[in-house]
Nanobody, 127 residues
Framework: QAQLVESGGGLVQAGGSLRLSCAASGRTLSSGTMGWFRQAPGKEREFVAAVRWTDGATSYANSVKGRFTISRDKAKNTLYLQMISLKPEDTALYYC????????????????????WGQGTQVTVSS
């Protein structure tokens, strides 16, 4: 099981940007899928974006398409989420997660497919 450590959250004004990072410790990643999920108070955890480690295939939630970009640095075993044009509705605790499987498009959106999670990093967007 991978050990995931997230960073990069903070407080920004609407229209601002943030870059989240998720570092994976242990053995070098060679396969599987990594994703970002978020959860706001009183709401269920929701899918944000995911990337398949081998070929870089990506998936995004409709609410963030065109504003968020997921990427990975294989040499550093690190996952990123670049967020621009942030809205108050983006305010949530953001989690990094890993699946051992090379998930197809539909499965990447399912939180139950992931078996390792980070501690979460808070993103707050003010109006």
């Amino acid at each position: 099981q991978a050990q995931l450590v997230e960073s990069g959250g903070g407080l920004v004004q609407a229209g601002g940007s943030l870059r989240l990072s998720c570092a994976a410790s242990g053995r070098t990643l060679s396969s599987g899928t990594m994703g970002w999920f978020r959860q706001a108070p009183g709401k269920e955890r929701e899918f944000v974006a995911a990337v398949r480690w081998t070929d870089g295939a990506t998936s995004y939630a409709n609410s963030v398409k065109g504003r968020f970009t997921i990427s990975r640095d294989k040499a550093k075993n690190t996952l990123y989420l670049q967020m621009i044009s942030l809205k108050p509705e983006d305010t949530a605790l953001y989690y990094c997660a890993r699946s051992k499987g090379n998930l197809i498009t539909s499965a990447r959106m399912d939180s139950s497919q992931y078996d390792a999670w980070g501690q979460g990093t808070q993103v707050t967007v003010s109006s």
